[in-house]
């Protein structure tokens, strides 16, 4: 017997027991409809977000570059920097 022939042999044996096993599953089309369809699927209810308001700071924020490269970071530089490189963050 040649490997050819061992390989159809087992590929062959596969087949048939898959055959037996799916002859096997008494599982019907309407049970497995039913199960999933017969849930209810109710939205969860979110509660009402209160409105945070920012803390107040003594220095307002610098304005950065915001450059986006193409890793998705952002420059961390002064808004108009006179640099030509960016510094990510």
Known sequence: MSKMDNLRAMREARYEQAVARAATTTRTPATAV???TTRAKTPAKAEPKAEVEPAPTAEPEAALCGHRAI?????TREAGHAAKSHRYA
């Open 71 to 75: 890793s998705g970071r952002t420059c």
């Open 34 to 36: 039913t199960s999933t």
